[in-house]
């Protein structure tokens, strides 16, 4: 009997527990809404700064987790006994962001060190532009969402006082309300949106700064191998 008790409240609590969550799900349903047309833009927004935001993070972690040390101790120990064509095809088999540069380096040895290292650095600002594809539409998002919020802000006000206008004397809190909702959903949506998008930017923006001294650092060590090769 206690067992059977037992299972009772068991399947009680979970059905308690789904409709907590069901009733969670359809209150910010009704929320968006009543937001009105306005959360079309905000959750599509949102969507794409989600998928903005992990697709670069992903990215951005790969290059920086590409051991160059090994790649570059290979190419040194190439480029030291001269064999400058052994090194470019290491290079070029390596296929990884440092790789590619290190690559361009070497086909310029024998002109002069500032043209060198104008063709890495060219190679260089070509790899991170790719690394920050898509940060210009997040930091859009951070600033634009909010914009659309205070928008919707301004179209429930009107339509609560254009509603107040044509009730005249019988107004009614009830015929405030829709508009009321758009101008306070929509601020808040396009605030949360912006907000996050914001700090997801900033997050990304530090990860490829971290990758160009990185990258920084490999190019002065690589520039420091062909000067001890020439002296």
């Not at 794409?48 to 570059?72: H, L, M, N, P, Q």
Request: aromatic fraction near 8%; glycine fraction near 10%; charge should be negative.
């Amino acid at each position: 009997m206690l067992n059977y008790i037992l299972i009772l409240t068991d399947i009680t609590d979970k059905i308690s527990q789904n409709n907590v969550q069901d009733g969670v799900i359809t209150y910010f349903l009704n929320m968006a809404i009543k937001g009105g047309w306005l959360m079309i833009p905000i959750v599509l927004l949102s969507f794409i700064g989600v998928y903005i935001f992990f697709e670069r993070y992903f990215a951005i972690k790969a290059v920086k987790k590409e051991d160059s040390t090994v790649i570059f101790n290979k190419i040194k120990e190439q480029v030291n006994i001269g064999n400058i064509k052994d090194a470019i095809n290491i290079a070029k088999a390596d296929g990884s962001f440092m790789g590619r540069m290190i690559g361009k380096g070497l086909t310029r040895i024998g002109h002069p060190e500032m043209e060198i290292k104008d063709a890495i650095e060219t190679i260089g600002n070509i790899e991170i532009a790719k690394l920050e594809k898509g940060l210009p539409l997040l930091a859009s998002i951070a600033g634009g969402a909010p914009m659309i919020g205070f928008l919707g802000t301004v179209c429930g006000m009107i339509q609560a006082f254009y509603d107040m206008a044509m009730a005249g004397s019988n107004v009614d809190i009830t015929l405030l309300s829709s508009g009321i909702y758009q101008a306070m959903v929509t601020t808040v949506a396009g605030l949360i949106v912006g907000i996050i998008a914001y700090f997801a930017y900033n997050i990304l923006v530090t990860d490829v700064e971290k990758v160009v001294h990185q990258t920084e650092n490999k190019i002065s060590d690589f520039l420091d191998l062909l000067n001890e090769i020439e002296n």
